[in-house]
């Protein structure tokens, strides 16, 4: 069973706590907190896409480097902003999981039919690291995911950020599950 609860921050505290460990005893619980940021302020694809667009590549011999800007400014903004780039992330990587950019690995001689589960991730954040533009190419053509390039370390970009902000792990589900072969529909 799937509950939703909204409640106004305000208006949590211990008996409302107990009912729910009562209620759902065995279940797993999962907090959003939504700030009541006017639409304006409010972090979209396109603030997305320019924080990808800040990936240093003239400092492709270390990947640390690579990322360092986009963490810098990561790290300025509302802690919900860097939930929000995580989600957003984990959408693109998501949408890039079926079995038409797979096709790439398992037509490729060398592999024999073999697909490296992480090193199609570790590929497909490769694609949204060349920024929006490859992204969407590579979106609608899956001939064009690449098999010889790859970037990993985009995964680790909001957990830093937070780390950094806060100074306390980042622990948080993604909104889509990007991991190789979640994307159901996508590998039918």
């Not at 305000?10 to 759902?24: A, G, I, P, Q, T």
């Not at 096709?103 to 570790?122: N, R």
């Not at 053509?141 to 970009?157: A, G, H, I, K, Q």
């Amino acid at each position: 069973m799937t509950a939703v609860v909204k409640i106004n921050i305000d208006e949590l505290d211990n008996n409302f706590v107990e009912h729910l460990k009562r209620e759902f005893a065995h279940a797993s619980l999962e907090i959003r907190v939504h700030d009541q940021e006017d639409a304006a302020s409010a972090f979209a694809e396109g603030d997305f896409w320019n924080l990808i667009e800040l990936l240093d590549w003239s400092e492709e011999e270390d990947d640390a480097k690579v990322v360092e800007p986009v963490i810098q400014a990561l790290e300025r903004l509302p802690l919900a902003h860097i939930y929000r780039f995580a989600d957003l992330l984990s959408e693109k990587l998501w949408y890039l999981d079926t079995k038409q950019h797979a096709q790439v690995f398992l037509d490729d001689p060398e592999e024999e039919g073999y697909l490296s589960v992480d090193d199609f991730l570790y590929a497909r954040c490769a694609v949204v690291a060349n920024g929006r533009e490859y992204y969407e190419a590579v979106l609608a053509d899956p001939s064009r995911m690449p098999v010889d390039f790859t970037f990993e370390p985009l995964l680790f970009v909001a957990m830093t950020a937070y780390q950094r902000k806060t100074g306390k792990q980042f622990i948080a589900l993604p909104a889509f599950n990007y991991e190789t072969y979640s994307n159901k529909k996508g590998w039918e």
